[in-house]
């Protein structure tokens, strides 16, 4: 079977097929989707001999999604927001530096998507719609995320004509005190309203994109919102809805956390975790239970042949093949590490310092992308071979991102609440 064929089979597809090919060669994978998800011949085929199941993990080495941080400025004060915890000057990407991760994107072999983000508010930039059609012009999907609050008719008009494929929303609680409390200076009417008539302007020009999404930020303070949002989200004509628990940059965030201390995980390694297999079943009578074994480590759930939770030492950033660039150029691994920052990990203040390959300015992200040590780093990180600061935090070397207690160098993951799947970014 050609390449074209395998296209044609899987053109409108939802879930495209990965097959066997006429000459029984291993797999023919149809070039849209091995570009979507970046998947080369390096890529690894993972065996799961209890689920008698194949993954295909995408190689570490393509360069597959960046995000790009317009400004580090916003219009809000938030309580969940890094501001609260740094004093490094705020900025704005110049056109120059731009110009740069365009001229980058369009050398490298394969588009990834570009996603308009950071911990700045993007629709703060003047330049942000230029600076999506841009991207949009030279064949990259975009997404961008937003508080919603700047959102105006004539924002969501310009938005729809630079081609955004996915617009995110941040929408931290269901009602006006609820949102207020947490989205510090922001309507929730205004902001429902702003994406009430996105949806309106989508509709009537008749195109399906930006797709909608909303983005949730699960507290102690805001959960019983959770259920509320879930429709709203529906009302509103959202395609995708997605939740990560907070990041405690400050102690009192760390008491909002709805996570329980991750060193109870620690007696039940995951080699020693029982596997219950499950059919579908009404949610209201197990998933709490469900939720708790599968948070606390004690059980490895699947239900209807899903594993409810595979995100322990695994990177999303690095499996995905994501890298970053800050307003200034500076080019990082991840979001994590794209600004120092303390937050607060099983009760402790933790630094995690910034790290950066290089900036876009002075070198290709090409050349960044391939740069030895950074490779390096991406192979360590595949590996998760970092000293469990997640789980022990017992000795000073876990208090930062530094050399940790196993000789890794700088810097180390074991800490990271992104990696141990309790933080998420869409």
């Known amino acids: 079977m050609s390449r074209e064929n395998a296209q ?24 849209r989707v091995a570009a979507q998800y970046g998947i080369t011949r390096r890529s690894e085929i993972i065996a799961d001999n209890e689920q008698n199941v194949l993954s295909l993990r995408p190689t570490a080495d393509l360069l597959a999604k960046l995000y790009i941080e317009p400004t580090s400025n916003c219009n809000l004060h938030c309580r969940t927001c890094i501001r609260n915890s740094w004093d490094e000057p705020t900025g704005m990407m110049d056109k ?7 001229v980058g994107i ?45 959102l105006t008719e004539g924002m969501t008009r310009d938005l729809i004509q630079a081609g955004l494929d996915r617009l995110w929303v941040s929408l931290d609680g269901a009602t006006p005190s609820s949102y207020s409390d947490v989205r510090l200076g922001a309507e929730l009417p205004r902001v429902l309203a702003n994406i009430e008539r996105f949806s309106d302007v989508r509709r009537k020009r008749g195109v399906k994109a930006p797709q909608l999404g909303i983005a949730f930020v699960a507290m102690k303070r805001n959960i019983a919102d959770l259920p509320a949002l879930l429709r709203l989200a529906q009302e509103l004509g959202a395609s995708a809805f997605h939740v990560s628990h907070v990041l405690p940059y400050t102690r009192a965030l760390l008491d909002e956390a709805l996570y329980r201390d991750l060193v109870d995980e620690e007696a039940y390694p995951a080699r020693d975790r029982l596997t219950v297999t499950l059919p579908r079943l009404d949610p209201a009578l197990i998933f709490p239970e469900i939720l708790f074994q599968t948070l606390t480590g004690r059980a490895r759930f699947v239900v209807a042949g899903v594993p409810v939770d595979a995100g322990r030492n695994r990177c999303p950033f690095i499996e995905q093949g994501v890298a970053a660039i800050a307003w200034d150029g500076e080019m990082s691994p991840c979001l994590e590490l794209l600004h120092t920052h303390t937050s607060f990990l099983n009760g402790a203040e933790r630094v995690t310092n910034r790290y950066v390959i290089g900036n876009v300015q002075e070198r290709s992200i090409s050349d960044l992308w391939s740069d030895r040590e950074y490779a390096a780093f991406r192979r360590r990180v595949t590996e998760f071979t970092f000293a469990p600061c997640a789980y022990c935090g017992s000795c000073s070397l876990a208090l930062e991102n530094g050399e940790d207690c196993y000789g890794n160098p700088a810097p180390s993951c074991g800490g990271c609440l992104w990696a141990q799947g309790l933080i998420h970014c869409p």
């Open 8 to 31: 044609r089979l899987t053109k409108g597809e939802d879930r495209p097929k990965v097959m066997l090919d006429d000459q029984k060669r291993p797999f023919l994978i149809p070039e």
């Open 96 to 102: 120059e530096t731009f110009e740069r991760i365009i």
């Open 106 to 150: 369009e050398e490298l072999p394969l588009r990834p998507t570009v996603f308009f983000g950071g911990f700045g508010e993007p629709l703060f930039h003047p330049q942000i719609v230029e600076m999506i059609r841009r991207v949009n012009v030279i064949g990259s999907r975009t997404e961008l995320i937003t508080n919603g609050t700047l």
